[in-house]
T-cell receptor, first 112, second 114 residues
Framework: DQQVKQNSPSLSVQEGRISILNCDYT??????FLWYKKYPAEGPTFLIS?????DKNEDGRFTVFLNKSAKHLSLHIVPSQPGDSAVYFC???????????FGTGTSLTVIP | DAGVTQSPTHLIKTRGQQVTLRCSPK?????VSWYQQALGQGPQFIFQ???????QRGNFPDRFSGHQFPNYSSELNVNALLLGDSALYLC?????????????FGPGTRLTVT
């Protein structure tokens, strides 16, 4: 049973515009969420995180929003750059350890 | 500062054989987790090691076992390989096994079972 879902397998955005990647989860015990970026032939790279006590976390061009009531989080990238083209994974963990549950990923293509 | 390293990069094994994958954590990290990533899927948690003991385990059979050494490096062993074990195996390290710590991933080992 997939506890973290990314329903959009792919997304294309023009350079300079906003990219919005979405993620839904089913387990109400999740309280820590992360986004990872993955290039081909590399391991996932940590991008940004948010804990359940917040509803927004910002780091430069990247902002993550958390809506606990809807069990939904999103990653905003503004402005999008060609170097942002990668697969983005959403991950979540609960308060009993450091085991992460990953979504299936969204492949972002930023068109120059 | 060396990140997480894994060896080998690629591996081809025959069904029924056994395989050992290796991981060295990021400097300063004492917790190592292993994930399996099948094609088109997200990483799936196998287990986590801390203080040379398995702390948490995902939904994987006993054919998957591991070990952590005093220098925090780790091995993943898979016995009686099945075709379905073909995947990218990712090692991740973190500062702590406690909640709220991000994990840093290595480049992975691509295992092909024929």
């Amino acid at each position: 049973d997939q506890q973290v879902k990314q329903n959009s397998p792919s997304l294309s955005v023009q350079e300079g515009r906003i990219s919005i990647l979405n993620c839904d989860y089913t387990n109400s015990m999740f309280d820590y969420f992360l986004w990872y970026k993955k290039y081909p032939a590399e391991g996932p790279t940590f991008l940004i995180s948010i804990s359940s006590i917040k509803d927004k976390n910002e780091d430069g061009r990247f902002t993550v929003f958390l809506n606990k009531s809807a069990k939904h989080l999103s990653l905003h990238i503004v402005p999008s750059q060609p170097g942002d083209s990668a697969v983005y994974f959403c991950a979540a963990s609960g308060n009993t350890g450091n085991q992460f549950y990953f979504g299936t990923g969204t492949s972002l293509t930023v068109i120059p | 500062d060396a990140g997480v390293t894994q060896s080998p990069t690629h591996l081809i094994k025959t069904r029924g054989q056994q395989v050992t994958l290796r991981c060295s954590p990021k400097s300063g990290h004492d917790t190592v987790s292993w994930y399996q990533q099948a094609l088109g899927q997200g990483p799936q948690f196998i287990f986590q090691y801390y203080e040379e003991e398995e702390r948490q385990r995902g939904n994987f059979p006993d054919r998957f076992s591991g070990h952590q050494f005093p220098n925090y490096s780790s091995e993943l062993n898979v016995n009686a390989l099945l075709l379905g074990d073909s995947a990218l195996y990712l090692c991740a390290s973190s500062l702590s096994p406690q909640p709220g710590y991000e994990q840093y991933f290595g480049p992975g080992t691509r295992l092909t079972v024929t």
